[in-house]
């Protein structure tokens, strides 16, 4: 949109323009005279100077030749009529045979000059240049707006300085690659015994956990140029802009072998043709079709081989995944806790850290989370310290800015009433103290009543004992009664419900939901699926491709509603069992607002 009000203002600016090129060259308009007109105002010595081309006179009249034509033409020679015929003191008349017109103008003193010229030659002229100035500009602005700049793509070519020992937490994923590097530094090695590289490897994992790291890695272990591109640089809002830029992209990749190729967001270029049946969809499928020929064009055995990123595998054409084009598939997952450990020595390196920092009691505690996640982590702990004026970065802050990129920002400054505040501290200790009662529910590291992010007015932190792959039917139904027990709170102390339940029950639903629908775990519908669609690795909300009648989809619905009330009827029996408990935790909560693991585990103590 942006692009479109700038080509428009310049388009505009570009008119503009023309006219007044137009204008100054023609010069001021001049009024047409007859040759007897001409002649009468000439003997007057009222004409100043004149131009004789072959067909026609031009000049320009004095003042006093002003008054005198008005006066042949019979106007009121006022000063209101004066002024408005001073505008046009030029003057214009055909030539007719007259001998003795060079003579009579060098007799009155007349300055005067010849041009050889037509008439219409200065008329064409006229608008050639203006004309000119509007095609020059059309071609500048549309090159800016990336037409016809195909030839100047927007890929990057440079060498990598990043190296393995640059990237943690993705040891499979490094291992994977080895073999690219390998046919890189010597392809006659594999060459000799006909062994084929892959043309193509495609990363796939969840954002920010370090696919593009980890391309550029590769190309700084090899000692090869790296040209880098992203899949929306080939969509213009112009026809075959991005077709062209592909062809340009592997023509200089080959100049260049042997090189890597990266396009980073290939989903942006490689969607599923046919999918999508919004305007620019030709134009989309037309580059994804060169993109294919060009793959299935080049030959690996130069050295070019092409690296592509996407967290959305799933949306991506068949064609663009079969072998021979992106052979190989390597998985880029979130990292485990010897990873996370490793990731926080990285980002840690240029930090002066405190003595009691422990990285792997930090990686224990950010669960889930990517590379890009952890360095934020590190960020804002070292922001933290800078800001409290410490010498070097604690534990604490490290732990406040996990705190900040889970939950979000501390409002210190937002203020609750009494009540709100009460309800609040019930709902978290509900969820702490279901959670407390579950043998396979996570544990409860921390409890606070301090508002966070957007609209979080508290938050409960719950920390897994170990990473976990899997998760069995019973573990998602605890799960589910955690999520609830918030709600449940409120009920059995006021008797009524709040909206603070609102992204509980969102979460809760979607688990009842994929355990259903996707994990078979109905004991009525039984081990079936009935969903499509899945994005892998995004976590947000998306719209399933239903293949069931709306029987089923009345079952799926009864078995969710039955999965929830189960779960909600647990958790509040638990907490209507520990009522003295809830009671306890929630006033200390009050009082102090944030209550860590040891605090908690003090609480629930004295009451056995």
């Known amino acids: 949109m942006k692009k479109k009000i700038t080509f428009i203002l310049c388009f505009i600016a570009a008119v503009i323009a023309v006219i007044l090129a137009h204008n100054y060259i023609t010069g001021r308009p001049s009024q047409s005279i007859s040759y007897s007109e001409f002649k009468k105002l000439l003997k007057k010595k009222n004409v100043e100077r004149v131009i004789v081309y072959k067909e026609r006179i031009e000049g320009e009249l004095t003042c006093d030749g002003i008054k005198s034509l008005s006066m042949m033409r019979g106007i009121q020679t006022d000063h209101k009529s004066i002024g408005k015929i001073q505008k046009k003191h030029t003057f214009t008349t055909n030539r007719v045979e007259d001998p ?62 990043v190296t393995f020992p640059d990237v943690a937490g993705l040891a499979v994923a490094e291992e994977e690659l080895k073999e690219v590097i390998e046919f890189l530094r010597s392809p006659s090695r594999f060459q000799n015994l006909g062994a084929r590289i892959p043309k193509g490897v495609l990363l796939v994992g969840p954002p920010g956990s370090g696919k593009t790291l980890l391309a550029q890695a590769v190309a700084g272990e090899a000692d090869v140029p790296f040209f880098s591109i ?42 599923a043709r046919g999918s999508s049946g919004i305007s620019g969809a030709e134009e989309h499928e037309q580059t994804l079709t060169q993109l294919l020929t060009e793959m299935d064009g080049f030959n690996p055995q130069k050295g070019v081989i092409i690296l592509a990123a996407t967290n959305r595998p799933e949306i991506l054409d068949q064609a663009l995944l079969r072998p021979g084009r992106f052979d190989r598939h390597i998985v880029v997952d979130r990292p485990d806790l010897s990873g996370r450990e490793q990731i926080f020595g990285i980002h840690a390196r240029n930090v002066r850290l405190a003595r009691d920092v422990d990285l792997k009691k930090l990686a224990a505690s950010t669960p889930g989370m990517v590379g890009a996640e952890i360095a934020n982590v590190v960020n804002e702990a070292a922001l933290l310290a800078a800001r409290r004026k410490k010498e070097a970065v604690e534990m604490s802050e490290f732990e406040e800015g996990i705190e900040r990129v889970a939950t979000g920002l501390e409002k210190t400054n937002k203020l609750i009433n009494a009540r709100e505040k009460e309800i609040v501290a019930y709902h978290e200790t509900g969820h702490a103290v279901v959670s407390l009662s579950l043998p396979q529910a996570d544990p409860v590291h921390k409890i606070s009543i301090i508002p966070r992010g957007i609209s979080a007015l508290g938050y409960t932190v719950h920390l897994p004992t170990e990473d976990r792959y899997l998760l069995t039917k019973s573990e998602l139904s605890d799960k589910i009664a955690v999520l609830l027990g ?77 999965i929830i009330t189960e779960a909600y009827q647990r958790a509040r029996g638990i907490l209507i069992q520990r009522r003295p408990d809830l009671d306890r935790v929630a006033r200390v909560l009050m009082e102090k607002e944030v209550l860590e693991r040891s605090e908690l585990g003090e609480l629930l103590a004295k009451a056995s």
């Open 230 to 271: 992203t899949g929306s640089a080939f969509v213009e809002m112009f026809a075959g802009v991005g077709a062209a830029r592909v062809r340009n992209l592997f023509a200089g990749a080959e100049k260049k072998a042997p090189c890597i190729i990266f396009i980073d967001e290939i989903d942006a270029v490689g969607k």
């Open 100 to 161: 003795r017109l060079v003579e009579e103008l060098d007799r009155l003193g007349v300055h005067y000059q010849s041009r050889t010229g037509h008439a219409w030659v200065m008329t064409v002229a006229s608008w050639i240049a203006p004309a000119s100035i509007l095609i020059v500009a059309g071609f500048i602005f549309f090159r800016k707006m990336g037409y016809g700049s195909a030839r100047s793509s927007p890929f990057v070519e440079k060498k990598s300085d």
């Open 486 to 562: 918030g709600r449940a709170s409120e009920e059995i102390i006021f008797g009524e419900v709040s909206t603070a339940s609102q992204r509980d029950l969102e979460e809760a639903t979607e688990i009842a939901r994929s355990m259903v629908q996707t994990y078979g775990m109905s004991d009525k519908l039984g081990p079936l699926t009935f969903e499509k669609g899945r994005p892998l690795f995004l976590d947000t909300k998306y719209s399933p491709l239903k293949e069931y009648s709306e029987h089923t989809a009345r079952q799926v619905d009864e078995e969710v509603h039955k």
